[in-house]
């Protein structure tokens, strides 16, 4: 089956330092791919929708200059959160779709950012 | 602009019990629907989808487009039917979730 990975899993970084998150679509090509947060026992926040090779569309009251998503590839998003702050803490999950218009979303195992 | 309402964060019942996880959808349109499920320590998986009209796991959800809902359903619940359950809608490449509803199931 289709199967989505994030790198690295859990992360630590120090308050003002830049972070970069990882999303592959391992064995299929990803037309779109998607950011959330996810807080404890919550639910899951859009950040953004990236479709490949476009500029990604952010949801309402998402930084786009701190929150800088790159999908430069069918296989791979990066999502970089730049001067982290400790507000900045959670978990971060993506997934992808094959097709642009609609269809199936594959999640990865999201990665979980603390910044100190 | 489309929504989707989960009316319920929380929801338990015992096992062997019918549960319904409501989902309302607010979209002219005609949406395509989607529920995930997210056990424990696992990551979100789809569960099913209204085009498909299977049955997942004993779970069916059948797309009301008078009431716009589209509720889960299991007639006799399993204690590893324990989760998260989001309702997603898409439409023209935009997904939009629900808030949730985690089921406990009570042995």
């Known amino acids: 089956g289709a199967v989505v990975s994030q790198h690295p899993s859990w992360v630590i970084c120090k308050s003002g330092t830049s972070v970069k998150i990882e999303c592959r679509s391992l064995?299929?090509?990803?037309?779109?791919m998607f950011w959330y947060r996810q807080f404890p026992k919550q639910s899951l926040m859009l950040m953004a929708t990236?479709?490949?090779?476009?500029?990604?569309?952010?949801e309402q009251g998402v930084e786009k200059d701190k929150f800088l998503i790159n999908h430069a590839s069918l296989t791979l998003s990066t999502l970089t959160v730049t001067s982290a702050h400790p507000e900045d803490s959670s978990f971060y999950i993506c997934?992808?779709?094959?097709?642009?218009?609609?269809?199936?979303?594959?999640f990865g195992p999201g990665t979980r950012l603390t910044v100190t | 602009a489309q929504r989707v309402t989960q009316p319920e964060k929380l929801l338990s019942v015992f096992k062997g019990a019918p549960v319904e996880l409501k989902c309302n959808y607010s979209?002219?349109?005609?949406?395509?629907l989607f529920w995930y499920v997210q056990y424990s320590r696992q990551r979100l998986q789809l569960l099913l989808r209204?085009?498909s009209r299977e049955s997942i796991k004993g779970f069916t959800a059948d797309l009301n487009k008078g009431e716009t809902s589209f509720h889960l359903k299991k007639p006799f619940a399993q204690e590893e039917d324990s989760a998260m359950y989001y309702c997603?809608?898409?439409?023209?490449?935009?997904?939009?979730f629900g808030d949730g509803t985690t089921l406990t199931v009570k042995p």
């Open positions: 997934s992808a779709r094959v097709g642009a218009g609609g269809g199936e979303q594959y």
């Open positions: 064995d299929f090509q990803a037309t779109t």
């Open positions: 990236s479709n490949e090779g476009s500029k990604a569309t952010y």
């Open positions: 979209y002219s349109g005609s949406p395509e």
């Open positions: 209204h085009i």
């Open positions: 997603a809608l898409q439409n023209a490449g935009k997904s939009t």
